[in-house]
């Protein structure tokens, strides 16, 4: 998980240096794109990077949010009034799936579920939108709806099973 942490904090100096670069070879605007392909490029390696991850913590659950956080603050210049990037709808993306992780690592349920809101998270990460709310209010309601039915479907009935083969007998009378 720090190594994930270490590459999503280099993403700054290097994109600061791709913009420079690409600015002084060109004009501002390649100096723009430089940087946000080289910042791209980082917080990619680093989300992919979570997937390899084979034991985490609670606090490597809380990663996705802080991802969302610095990657929200980073996009919000190059915004520029036109609604690209839509920030909030990202950091509840990141919280779902922040959310089941904390539940896959309580519950031991495995991290196969956590495919739909990693893919919604890495969609609402993406700087591109279709214009209005449609699209990321499907997103998030279709990665939470998928979650919800997974987990009432297949998790509840094994954890119930587990905690009622887990509880002590009655005392006797």
């Known amino acids: 998980m720090l190594r994930s942490l270490a590459i999503s904090f280099l993403s700054f100096p290097f994109s600061a240096l791709a913009f420079f670069i690409g600015w002084a ?7 723009l794109l430089a940087g946000a392909v080289i910042f791209t490029g ?14 985490y913590t609670y606090l490597d659950a809380a990663l996705p949010l802080v991802f969302s ?5 980073a996009l919000a210049p ?5 609604s690209l990037f839509n920030a909030p ?3 509840g993306a990141a919280l ?17 579920w956590l495919v739909f809101p990693a893919f919604v998270f890495l969609y609402e990460m993406l700087p591109i ?5 449609v699209d990321d209010t499907f997103a998030l309601a279709g990665s939470f709806g ?3 039915t997974q987990f009432l479907r297949r998790e509840l009935p094994r954890i119930i099973k587990t905690e009622l083969q887990n509880r002590p007998p009655p005392p006797a009378i």
């Open 25 to 31: 070879a060109r004009d501002l605007r390649f100096g």
């Open 42 to 55: 980082f917080f990619i390696a680093a989300v992919v990077n979570l997937f390899f991850i084979k034991t």
């Open 69 to 73: 956080v610095l990657w929200s603050l």
């Open 78 to 82: 190059f915004s520029f009034g036109v």
């Open 89 to 91: 709808e990202f950091m």
């Open 96 to 112: 779902l799936l922040g959310s089941c992780m904390a539940i896959a690592k309580r519950y031991r349920t495995g991290i196969k």
């Open 129 to 133: 939108n279709i214009p209005g709310p």
């Open 146 to 148: 998928v979650i919800l």
